[in-house]
């Protein structure tokens, strides 16, 4: 559905992004994840024909993009990080407005409304950024695209919305359509998304299915009392005041069997998160 | 699709349309409404200030004349600071407000974006000449019955073609400058016209007098078409008509490569 290769864009002397090469699947949900200015805007504007390369390639459905590559984004939904419309129209006016240009009725859009619970009494100048970022929603949905492309999708929105996004991330997806998305609320992309990339400076630095990422990884492990253990594949090992932490490598049949031996008040054990995932690959980036 | 785009534009430049004619209207008729007094002036004028009156066309004889020369001056200023301000603003605001980044996401060429605003762009500014030529000459029939309607619809015409030549050129200034830009920045386009215009008619200097041809305003000089009954600076109106057509295809393939965010 998108492939980008060796891509690079620069705006004069300041970077944009460096060389840029993933592929997202039809009907994958793609998570992509940086930090701010790491280039998730830039590649994203480009997939939308709002820049222009400077070189490498960019392609939708084995077209390549380009500066006002409308024929492509017919069948695309996008969703800016920052939504903004025609302060002086009232919201609905605005939805209209969307609706008319694609040519399509208002029945999908009614329900979409209803499902973020949208503020509909209002003009665009009133709304919160949370409720501009609900519209922006709306429109990019509307008119159910094959391909959505959503660049911080979930900042702004409270939790009850964040869920009903992530629903409708879900169905739509269910309906077959191919989803990218940049987010820094990674516990959303570590519930809906199939695929993540991680961008660093411009350069992609990892490309991997979000299982393998997890089988990859290690588990997360904490005891209470704190009691003696020595296993092969145990490293990082903290004790706090009444937990022991560590993280494993090793055969987790090996790990159960150990801890059956003890007598122990809580254990947990869980897959590392991608927040983790995420320090660990950008921690020098933040210590510098 | 252009009639959902051209609705869109239409809604929102109808409240500054409104403003701009409104105020455009009212000084029309305030300046007409005094002609008796002015006339009155005008019989007690001195010798030395009707010399300086010849430079602007000489002491008018009727109600239409005193409008080419007083009424019009006010029309010649503040209609082509609309014209550029529209002009500036058709390309400007998606690119303030932040909405370009959606509208110009959607399925629909951005060339129809382009011609929906060159059409509000020339029926806006033939609106506004419009309305300010049937409420002056409603004005100037409560004074006097016989006024030429033709020769002032001539001026009110070419003063529309400037208008346009005007809200041309700033939409191209609107597409060389960077997004964000402040739309007063365009005014400086009419007001360096009006002030090239007036040196033009401040001496006899072959020159200086052919100052007026580096502006649109020359073939629309309400002195020459209503006072002096020259007829229009066909030369003038035909430059400066070619270079509003060769802007438009300049700005058409200009506003497609345009990055607007």
New interface residues.
């Given amino acids: 559905m998108i492939k980008v290769n060796n891509l690079k864009k620069y705006y004069g002397i300041s970077r944009g992004i460096e060389a840029v090469t993933l592929e997202v699947k039809p009907g994958e949900i793609f998570g992509f994840i940086g930090p701010n200015g790491a280039g998730k805007t830039t590649l994203i504007?480009i997939l939308?024909?709002?820049?222009?390369k400077d070189s490498g390639s960019a392609l939708i459905n084995n077209q390549e993009v380009h500066?006002?590559s409308?024929e492509i984004?017919?069948?695309?939904g996008?969703l800016?990080s920052?939504?903004?419309?025609?302060?002086?129209y009232k919201v609905p006016d605005m939805i209209k407005?969307?609706q008319?240009?694609?040519?399509i009725d208002s029945s999908y859009s009614i329900e979409l409304i209803k499902r973020l619970n949208l503020d509909v009494s209002k003009k665009v100048k009133e709304l919160s950024f949370g409720n501009k970022k609900k519209l922006?929603i709306v429109?990019a949905l509307m008119h159910k695209p094959k391909l959505l492309i959503l660049d911080e999708p979930t900042t702004g929105l409270d939790p009850l919305a964040q869920k009903a996004f992530l629903d409708l991330m879900l169905e739509h997806k269910k309906l077959g359509a191919t989803i990218f998305l940049s987010s820094h609320v990674l516990n959303d992309v570590q519930k809906v998304c199939d695929k993540v990339s991680f961008i660093k400076n411009g350069i992609v630095i990892l490309s991997e299915d979000m299982d393998t990422l997890k089988e990859q990884e290690h588990k997360k492990v904490s005891l209470s009392p704190i009691v003696s253990l020595n296993l092969e594949g145990m490293e990082n090992r903290k004790t706090n005041s009444a937990t022991f932490e560590f993280e494993f490598h090793g055969d987790i049949n090996a790990l159960l069997k150990e801890l059956s031996q003890y007598k122990l008040k809580d254990v947990t054990i869980r897959d590392v998160t991608l927040e983790e995932l995420f320090l660990k690959y950008y921690e020098n980036d933040i210590h510098a | 699709m252009l009639n959902t785009l051209l609705k869109m534009e239409f809604k929102r430049s109808y409240k500054s349309f409104l403003i701009w004619s409104s105020i455009m209207v009212a000084t029309l008729i305030i300046f007409t409404v005094i002609y008796p007094l002015y006339a009155d002036i005008f019989e007690i004028l001195p010798p030395q200030l009707e010399v300086i009156m010849d430079a602007w066309g000489g002491k008018p004889d009727n109600i239409l004349e005193y409008f080419s020369i007083e009424t019009a001056s006010m029309y010649f200023m503040v209609g082509p600071i609309y014209a550029s301000m529209l002009g500036f603003t058709l390309v400007s605001t998606f690119e303030r407000e932040k909405s370009a980044e959606v509208l110009y996401t959607t399925r629909v060429d951005k060339k129809y974006f382009y011609i929906s605003k060159i059409i509000v762009l020339f029926v806006l500014l033939t609106l506004f000449s419009l309305i300010n030529f049937l409420a002056s000459y409603i004005t100037m029939l409560f004074f006097d019955t016989n006024t030429e309607v033709v020769i002032l619809a001539l001026y009110f015409l070419m003063m529309n073609i400037t208008f346009i030549v005007i809200g041309i050129m700033s939409f191209t200034i609107a597409l060389l400058t960077k997004p964000g830009t402040n739309p007063l920045i365009s005014m400086t386009l009419p007001i360096i016209f009006i002030i090239i215009s007036y040196i033009s008619k401040l001496s006899d200097n072959t020159i200086i007098t052919n100052l007026k041809y580096l502006t649109p305003l020359a073939f629309s000089d309400a002195t020459t078409i209503i006072m002096e009954k020259s007829g229009v600076e066909w030369l003038n109106l035909t430059i400066f008509t070619a270079i509003s057509v060769g802007l438009l295809i300049f700005n058409y393939y200009k506003f497609q490569k345009r990055v607007s965010i």
């Fill in positions: 504007r939308m024909g709002l820049l222009e500066m006002n409308y984004n017919q069948d695309v996008y800016p920052e939504s903004n419309f025609f302060d002086d407005f969307f008319d240009l694609r040519e922006g429109v």
